[in-house]
């Protein structure tokens, strides 16, 4: 009985650590974008706000996002920078674009036209 119950608390210890590595894995960066432009977006763009470059392009690949749609975008935990900018083109080129977005604060993110937004704080 002892050793089925060891056996039970090594298996438990096991399951932890695969959790808790997991989670250490993804960028604390991670966040929901939400479309709430009432437009359909072709592409999405992410830089780090210090950055002139776009580092992070076309987040989407051959989808879209639709109005009210959302997206989980994950992060390279190694990135460590706290302030991105977001860019999206809509289906008909247009732009929008927003800046300096806390992404450790932020949970989840409404995006509305002309740079407007709201923000789900973690």
Not at 14 to 28: I, K, L, P
Not at 40 to 61: C, F, K, R
Not at 100 to 114: A, E, F, K, M, N
Request: no cysteine; proline share 3%.
């Amino acid at each position: 009985m002892k050793q089925l119950r060891a056996l039970q608390v090594f298996f438990m210890a096991v399951v932890m650590m695969f959790a808790v590595s997991g989670t250490a894995m993804a960028g604390s960066q991670d966040f929901t974008l939400i479309n709430g432009t009432g437009r359909t977006i072709s592409y999405i763009y992410l830089s780090p706000t210090s950055e002139s470059n776009w580092i992070y392009q076309d987040e989407l690949g051959s989808n879209v996002l639709r109005p009210g749609q959302d997206i989980f975008l994950y992060f390279d935990p190694r990135d460590g920078v706290q302030f991105w900018d977001i860019k999206v083109v809509y289906d008909n080129g247009a732009e929008d674009y927003w800046y300096g977005l806390d992404l450790y604060r932020v949970y989840s993110l409404t995006i509305r036209p002309g740079g407007a937004s709201s923000i789900e704080m973690i």
